[in-house]
């Protein structure tokens, strides 16, 4: 049974029932919270120097994306981040401090103009205090020529990669994250790769990539290597 508490979206996370998870990034960029000043602050609230926005903090019930295990979790804190920035996050953090505990919420492949739910790191629980200060850090993606491959959903937990130039493709990598329609967010900070070697000109190849799944699963990024 899911349950998000304080979100009001009804059938948000569905979805999650049928989607496990893999861990595709690297470590937690380390932040000391000594210096920093702390006044107490509301949310929304934006993300001073990083284009994203900390819309609403909740209480969560369900499986723990964000490590790869899926273990079932109660009362995890978890975390709407708004990408505002014009360009793809390919990865950041948003830290906040509760009490006297530092919340962290990581996240990769966050689409401009895009919202994603996203669990606190170490599974620590939301509570009643006040939040005194909020910070974090991103590392962006520029616009991409994307037109090179084509990547389709061709039914159940398959991707088809199509090559469209005249050249030999040395790999394709499309790049997803789990997707609730209904509310519009990607769900949780995490995202997963796809990719295919050695495609030649007009080959088109399927594969089933892990954690893939049709109405959960949306590609956000497509990226290409050319030897």
């Known amino acids: 049974m899911l349950l998000i508490v304080g979100l009001g979206t009804g059938a948000l996370l569905m979805a999650l029932l049928c989607v496990n998870a893999t861990a595709q990034y690297g470590q937690l960029r380390q932040?000391?919270?000594?210096?920093?000043?702390?006044?107490?602050?509301?949310?929304?609230?934006?993300?001073?120097d990083t284009g994203l926005l900390a819309v609403r903090l909740a209480s969560y019930d369900g499986p723990f994306l964000e490590d790869g295990t899926g273990d079932e979790v109660v009362g995890v804190a978890a975390l709407v981040i708004e990408n505002t920035g014009g360009t793809m996050v390919s990865e950041g953090s948003v830290i906040l401090v509760q009490g006297e505990r530092m919340l962290v919420f990581e996240l990769t492949g966050l689409p401009p103009g895009a919202c994603a739910l996203v669990l606190e790191k170490d599974r620590q629980s939301n509570s009643a205090d006040a939040i005194q200060a909020c910070w974090g850090w991103v590392r962006r993606e520029y616009p991409e020529n994307m037109g090179q491959v084509g990547v389709?959903?061709?039914?159940?937990?398959?991707?088809?990669?199509?090559?469209?130039?005249?050249?030999?493709?040395?790999?394709?990598?499309?790049?997803?994250k789990n997707y609730d329609a209904v509310s519009g967010m990607y769900i949780g900070g995490i995202s997963y790769l796809a990719e295919v070697a050695q495609l030649q000109a007009g080959e088109t190849r399927v594969i089933s990539p892990p954690y893939f799944a049709v109405g959960y699963s949306k590609v956000v990024r497509v990226a290409i290597e050319i030897e």
């Open 31 to 48: 932040t000391d919270v000594q210096g920093v000043e702390m006044l107490p602050i509301s949310l929304p609230s934006q993300v001073e």
């Open 152 to 176: 389709e959903h061709t039914g159940l937990g398959s991707l088809a990669f199509t090559n469209r130039t005249t050249e030999q493709i040395y790999k394709a990598e499309a790049l997803f």
